[in-house]
């Protein structure tokens, strides 16, 4: 459901080039990357974001540094500064250790660079697809059981394209869910303090003709109380051993509210997402705090069609701006995987991962 555009991808000089999320919904804007600062900075600054795709560009991180190292032990620097651009989302670590791993015997750094993180991109494409077609799989069933043609769906963040490649996570199986002929609506939450899914989940969302409505965060859980959502699905940036699930700031507060409706709620992720060295999540799971400024100012298009930022509070209050929170895994009802769907909890986890 990627349609004419591609979250990042090797351009025809070899540098890799991606698109600026920052400037989305407004301008669809590409950015290459030449050099490892460029890389960390654009990870840091949110021109890409999205647990999967900050490990895909730090994989081709790791390659774009490749070209200005001379040996491996320099490269180690390198890595250090892509590994520690984002502490949450565990692919982050994840890609970059792989790749360190897979290239300590090289003596081509650059070509054996290139070559693996393609295929670790490739990998993770295909376990997108899968996630589709296992999350699709749901729906219907969750369709059947309610005896309804239709289904309401809500998400938090943006879990799709943008993302994971090649289809996302939370996403994936609305778009296969389309592509099956079902009647899909996603209540899109709108995401403070950066508007994730204001922006770039209904930005998807309208690309590939999916009906959807954007909410103000707090309106789940009315929407819930009144029959309106029949399941939410979300995306992970970090999986604890026990089914404890890290996703941007206010997905606890969702799950919450699923549980006390009964409303299903699934969080969708690839493999790399599990972190096995992390027994409890809601303990353990590193959050990242980003700049106040991200509360405190609001970003939108004038009546000129000018990018501005805006700001909404008193210029001398405190804010504070938690990017992530964790979901304990007994609010989720399944984990979406590539390799299946699974119950949120250490046995079923370790059973088919570890
Ligand atoms: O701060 P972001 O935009 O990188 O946060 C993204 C999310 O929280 C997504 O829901 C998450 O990465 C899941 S999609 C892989």
Redesign the pocket.
Known sequence: MQGKYRALRLNENGFLEVIDQTKLPFVTESKVLKTTNEVVEAIKD?TV????V?GSVAAFGIYTACMEVNSYDELKEKALLIRES?PT?V?LMWAVDKMMELLKDSTDLVADAKKYAIELNDEEASESQNIAKYGADIIEEILKKKNKTSINILT????GWL??IDE???LAPIYEAAKRGIDVHVWVDETRP?N?GASLTAWELTQSKIKHTIIADNTGGHLMQHGMVDMVI????RVSANGDVA??IGTYLKALAAFDNDVPFYVAIPAS?FDFEIRDGVKEIPIELRSEDEVKYMRGVDSNGEVREVLITPKDSPAINY??DVTPARLISGLITDKGVCKANYEEIKKRFN
């Open positions: 949110m974001r999205g647990a999967g900050i984002r989302a692919n938090h963040c943006n879990a993302a994971v996302g996570t939370a950066r994730q979300t995306g992970a940036d996703n941007k997402t990017g992530f």
